[in-house]
């Protein structure tokens, strides 16, 4: 069973930036890829970005793109999602999840953390 835990979400105004941690307890085929979601209230949750444990591959969704920077720690097991020049628009719970495959559909991905959440004002 691996568990991932998210931490540094908060209330930022428009136009700031948070920083986004999520550790993992165990590096298996399950975690080759480290994803991050959100889900805004009332909607479904979505793709953000993606990172691949074993030579730092990224793929972002076209929101994420040119703001958001995802990255990795491979001894400390974490991952970090870099959120600048947020929008009221990026106001969700976050999500970290781990999957085999490089995917962005949350069904493949097998575990997931909590969430924290991200509340961007105007």
């Known amino acids: 069973q691996v568990q991932l835990v998210e931490s540094g979400g908060g209330l930022v105004q428009a136009g700031g930036s948070l920083r986004l941690s999520c550790s993992t307890s165990a590096r298996t085929a399950s975690t080759t890829v480290m994803g991050w979601f959100r889900q805004a209230q009332g909607k479904e949750r979505e793709f953000v970005a993606f990172i691949r444990w074993s030579d730092g591959h990224t793929y972002y969704d076209d929101s994420a793109l040119g703001r958001f920077t995802i990255s990795a720690d491979n001894d400390k097991n974490t991952v970090y999602l870099q959120m600048t020049s947020l929008k009221p628009e990026d106001t969700a719970v976050y999500y970290c999840?781990?999957?085999?495959?490089?995917?962005?559909?949350?069904?493949?991905?097998?575990?997931w953390g909590q969430g924290t959440q991200v509340t961007v004002s105007s």
């Open positions: 999840a781990s999957s085999p495959l490089q995917r962005i559909t949350p069904a493949h991905y097998h575990y």
